[in-house]
C-alpha cells in the first residue's frame, strides 16, 4: 500500500465507510440528483450535431475547454486548471525577453560545443538523437515568480497571476556531460557560457559542476519536439535552477574559466534590496508550494466536502513533505503525496477537508529534501528588510520568492487573495 | 546512483573514456563538422522572418514537425516519433466503433451509478471533481493491435502500423471503488455493466474486482481535460485491460450479478481459432514491446553508434526486464530501462548499438512482474494453430498479439519488417 492509498483508506474511514458520504459527510453541490430506481439514463448526454466525422492527424480539445495562458508581462500557465503534474506543451508559461520567437529548421540548427575543450565539436540535431539519452520529469520557473513587484501583477488575484510562470514537462535528450566528455574538458574550465539563438543571443553563465551533474541537453518535451517557445529544436536544462539560465534555442556553449556577468545576471536577474545592493548568482529556486483549488478567483459552491489540491516543487530535490491550513497558518495537517516523487518536478498534493461555512484561510507549506521550509510572507519580509508597501512603492523586482500563499475562502464560498486584503 | 546512471557509465567506459566517440566508436552522420578554433558560430540559425510575433493562449508546435496519426482502420500513434513515455494527447490512437466523436457539453454530462446499490447516484462533472483524486500513468492499447489480419495492416511495414494502437498518458480521476461504495454495493453484484455516449451506446462487462482494485473514472489527460476522442469529458480506465473496456463518454454503470455477453465481448473482440471455437473474456493485455528506432521504413544514415530505443508494457504489471538481441535473437542482451517505472505503463527501454554496417536483425522482448516473458511469432503460431499464411488468407481478427517484432536493418541502412520477407 502506497501512500496515496494510505491516505485515501484513511479518508473512507472518516467518511463512516463512505456511505457516509452521500448522508452529509459529502455534500454535492446543489444539481446533485438521486438516479431513479427505473435504471433511465439521465437526458441529454447523447452526441450533438457538432459531432466530428473525421478524426484528425494531429488532434485538438474540446471545443468547451477554453483554459488559456495570461499574456501579462509574461505568459502564465493557468494552474488552477491543470490535473496531475505534467503540464500541457500549449499551456506551457513563456517568458521572452527577445520576442519574437525563433522559427527555426531543425535541419539547419547547430549545437556547438567549443573554448576549454581539446575537440571543439558542431552537432546537427540527428547526431545529437543517436546519442544515449534520458528522460527526466522536471519544473522550470521564471525566477521573476512572485505576486510581488512585477509591474502587472501589482495585487494578483488568481494562482495563474501569483505562480503561473512555473511549468513542469518530460524532457528528453542528451546529457550535457556526455556531450563535454566528448569535446575535452581542459584543464581550468569551470564554467560555461552558454548561448541562445533569438535575434540578440540570450546569452548567460552555468557552472560547469552543474553542467556535469543533471544537466540536459532537451530535444523532447511530453513526448514530442520540444514547442517554438520553449526552445525549438534545443533547449538547455539545468534542472531546479531559475528559469532563465535554462537556455532556449540553444546554439552554442563555450567552456571558460570564469562567469561572464552576462546583463541577464548581473542585473535583471538578482534582487536588489532597499539599501541598493543586489544579490547575484543564486541558482537554485527555493522550495515553494501553493493550493490550485480552492484559489483565488474560484467560488465554491457550497459547504460540505472539498479535496484541497495544489503542486510543490523546489529547486534543491525532491519534495518530502506538504502541509496544510485551513486555519491562516495557526495548525497545520500532512497532505497526502501523489508518487512516485521526482527531483526538481511539480509534486501534486491533495487534503481532504470538510468546509463548514465559514470564512476561512487556506495555505500550504512543503518542505523538500534538504529539510529547507517554505517559509512565511512575514518572514521573507523580515529577511529582505521590506514590506509589500515597499514593492507597491518600486520598481525593483523581486526574484525567488516562495513565500506562503494564503487564499481567504469568504462565507459566500468566493476565494481571494489575502495578502491584499490585510 | 540509479540503473539508468549505471546503464550511462557503462557506455562511457565502452567508448574509451568517451574520447573515443569523437575518433571511432561513434561515427556522425556525414553532416558532421568539427568547429574552427576562431569559436565563430555556426551560421543560419537566427530567427527567420517568420518567427511569431505574439505567444498563442494555447500554443502550437513548430511548423516543421509533422508527426502525425496514420487513420486506416483505426489511428495509428507515431511511435517512431515519441520521446520517453507520454504519448502527447494529439497523437493518442483512436479506435471507435461508432463514429462521429460526441461533442458533449461538459455541464449537461452526467454519470449514473445504479443496479445492484443501495443508492442510485448521478454525478455531475463538478460534483466528481469535489471529490478525492488520483493521477496515474497508464497505457491503453487495443486489443486488436497486430500486424496480423486487421484488414489495412496486412504485411505492415512501420512499427505506426504494427504497434501504434498504444498510447500512454497521465491521467487524473476517482477511484471507482470510491464511487461505488458511495452507492453501497448490494449483496450478489459482481459485474459491471458500463455504457458510454455514443450514439449506439458502447456497453461491456467489467467484473467488480477490477472497479473495486485501481479503475479510475478519469476526467484528465495529460494535465488537462481527456480529449473528445477519448471520451471528453469522462471515461473510465481499467488498466492494463484491452482498450475496448476502457469506456470512453462514460454515462451509466449498472452493477450486476453476472457478465452480459455484449456485442464487444462475444463476438468483436474476441480469439476465434481456425477450428471456430473463440476465447472470450479476455482482459488483460499480455507483455509487450517493440523497438521504435530503428523500425520499419526508417534509414540509417551509415555504420557506428545508434542508441536503439523502444517501450514495453503489459496488462499484468510492471515492466521488470527488456532484452534486445540484434542477431535475430540467437543472443540477449539486458536493456536499459527508464525510470521510475510504472505498473500497466509505457516503459522506455534504451539499448547502446554499434551498427558495423551489415545486415542485422534487432528485436526485444520483456518480461513483467509475473515473469511472463513476449513470445516469439512461432510460439504464438503453435500456440495458436496457425501461420502467417492463414492470416493472410482470412478475414478473422487476431486479438491480443504480443509476439516479438523483429526489424531488418539491411546493408544500405534501410529497415524493414522481416516477418513479411520471410
Known amino acids: 500500500m502506497n501512500a496515496e492509498e494510505h491516505d485515501r483508506r484513511r479518508f473512507l474511514k472518516r467518511g463512516a465507510a463512505l456511505a457516509g458520504l452521500a448522508a452529509g459527510a459529502i455534500r454535492y453541490s446543489s444539481g446533485q440528483t438521486r438516479a431513479s430506481e427505473q435504471g433511465a439514463a439521465p437526458a441529454s448526454q447523447g452526441p450533438s450535431p457538432g459531432g466530428a ?9 474540446s471545443r468547451f475547454e477554453d483554459s488559456a495562458r495570461l499574456d501579462a508581462g509574461g505568459v502564465f500557465t493557468p494552474l488552477q486548471d491543470l490535473t496531475g503534474i505534467i503540464t500541457p506543451a500549449p499551456l506551457h508559461f513563456v517568458v521572452t525577453h527577445m520576442a519574437p ?7 539547419q540548427h547547430r549545437l556547438m560545443i567549443h573554448g576549454m575543450v581539446d575537440r571543439p565539436l558542431i552537432f546537427t540535431l ?4 543517436r546519442l544515449p539519452s534520458v528522460s527526466r520529469v522536471h519544473f522550470l520557473q521564471c525566477a521573476g515568480s512572485s505576486y510581488l513587484g512585477l509591474d502587472q501583477r501589482k495585487k494578483a488575484k488568481t494562482v495563474q497571476e501569483t505562480h503561473g510562470k512555473t511549468s513542469c514537462s518530460e524532457w ?20 560555461l557560457l552558454v548561448e541562445g539563438g533569438e535575434t540578440k543571443r540570450h546569452t548567460i553563465s552555468i557552472p560547469l559542476a552543474k553542467a556535469m551533474d543533471d544537466a540536459l541537453v532537451a530535444y523532447g518535451q511530453n513526448g514530442e519536439a520540444v514547442r517554438p517557445e520553449q526552445g525549438y529544436p ?7 535552477f531559475e528559469g532563465v539560465r535554462n537556455v532556449k534555442w540553444l546554439r552554442r556553449i ?11 545576471e548581473s542585473t535583471i ?13 543564486q541558482f537554485e529556486l527555493e522550495p515553494n508550494s501553493v493550493i490550485t483549488f480552492p484559489s483565488g478567483g474560484q467560488r ?23 502541509e496544510v491550513s485551513t486555519n491562516g497558518g495557526r495548525s497545520w495537517k500532512e497532505a497526502q503525496i501523489q508518487e512516485p516523487v521526482y527531483r526538481m518536478a511539480h509534486t501534486r498534493f491533495r487534503f481532504s477537508w470538510n468546509w463548514n461555512g465559514e470564512e476561512a484561510v487556506l495555505q500550504s507549506r512543503c518542505t523538500d529534501e534538504w529539510g529547507a521550509v517554505q517559509p512565511t510572507l512575514g518572514a521573507l519580509e523580515k529577511l529582505w528588510g521590506v514590506n509589500r508597501d515597499y514593492w507597491l512603492s518600486t520598481t525593483n523586482r523581486i526574484q525567488h520568492f516562495n513565500g506562503i500563499q494564503p487564499w481567504k475562502v469568504a462565507g459566500d464560498g468566493s476565494v481571494h487573495n489575502v495578502i491584499w486584503e490585510s
Open 53 to 61: 466525422e473525421r478524426i484528425l492527424p494531429y488532434g485538438a480539445r
Open 101 to 107: 520567437t525563433p522559427d527555426i529548421d531543425p535541419r
Open 126 to 129: 540527428d547526431e545529437l538523437k
Open 172 to 191: 528528453t535528450g542528451v546529457l550535457l556531460s556526455l556531450l563535454l566528455k566528448e569535446a575535452g574538458l581542459q584543464k581550468g574550465g569551470s564554467w
Open 234 to 240: 534545443l533547449r538547455l536544462l539545468a534542472p531546479g
Open 254 to 264: 563555450k567552456v571558460v574559466d570564469r562567469p561572464y556577468m552576462s546583463k541577464w
Open 269 to 281: 536577474y538578482t534582487n536588489v534590496r532597499p539599501d541598493g545592493k543586489a544579490r547575484w548568482f
Open 300 to 322: 465554491l459552491p457550497g459547504r460540505g466536502f472539498y479535496e484541497v489540491t495544489g503542486l510543490a516543487w523546489s529547486g534543491g530535490g525532491a519534495i518530502r513533505r506538504v
